[in-house]
């Protein structure tokens, strides 16, 4: 089965510099997306990427997508105190019973120090 | 902006009580999904519904739990004997279709005592 796996599973920033979180996977995917969960709190959607798509952005976050490696990398640059949270990849299947469910890496926890 | 809805956003129940989580998903969305995280572990698929049935469901996904979409507007899950390792934090989550955004809601934490 797909498993989405990050690292590092912590990380630990100064205010301003870039952030750069991985994900690994390990079948086929339809799409990729990234997730950031505040301590305790819901998730939220960050960015999804097709299969098809190398490189995405959205405001200070890119992400990469190489299907040939089945990794993902999520960079955020120029972080603030307000991204010190979690972040989560989560990948789904292709395929004729693809139901969209998501299967969802361990994490990353980024701390950005003011 | 749309967003999932869930309700409570805590409850405590005792060991062997039933326990029925609520949601609201994005109202054009036609997937809807139940997903848990137990505390400090990575987010969990629970089941998938589709067209008012299970489309997938896990492993985790027993015979003591069940969901409804009792009307055009909710989707709930239902625990029916609570156990202490139930403790988690539910979430619901909707997609307009399978290769679109999910998007999650803010999640109910389930303490079991």
């Known amino acids: 089965s797909q498993q989405g796996e990050e690292d590092p599973q912590a990380l630990s920033i100064q205010e301003g510099e870039n952030a750069t979180m991985n994900c690994s996977y390990k079948?086929?995917?339809?799409?990729l997306q990234w997730y950031r969960q505040n301590s305790g709190r819901g998730l939220v959607h960050l960015i999804l990427i097709r299969s098809n798509e190398r490189e995405k952005h959205s405001g200070r976050l890119r992400v990469t997508l190489d299907t040939s490696k089945k990794s993902s990398s999520l960079l955020i640059t120029a972080s603030r105190a307000a991204d010190t949270a979690s972040y989560f990849c989560a990948t789904d299947g292709i395929g004729s019973g693809n139901t969209g469910k998501l299967i969802f890496g361990q994490g990353t926890t980024l701390q950005v120090k003011p | 902006e749309p967003e999932v809805t869930q309700t409570p956003s805590h409850q405590v129940t005792q060991m062997g009580q039933e326990v029925i989580l609520r949601c609201v998903p994005i109202?054009?969305?036609?997937?809807f999904y139940w997903y848990r995280q137990i505390l400090g572990q990575k987010v969990e698929f629970l089941v998938s519904?589709?067209?008012?049935?299970?489309?997938?469901k896990s492993e985790i996904f027993d015979d003591q739990f069940s969901v409804e979409r009792p009307d055009g507007s909710n989707f709930t899950l239902k625990i029916r004997s609570t156990k202490l390792e139930d403790s988690a934090m539910y979430f619901c989550?909707?997609?307009?279709?399978?290769?679109?955004?999910?998007?999650f809601g803010q999640g109910t934490r389930l303490t079991v005592v």
């Open positions: 079948t086929s995917i339809n799409n």
């Open positions: 519904f589709y067209n008012n049935e299970i489309s997938e």
């Open positions: 109202s054009n969305h036609l997937y």
């Open positions: 989550a909707s997609r307009a279709d399978i290769n679109t955004e999910a998007f």
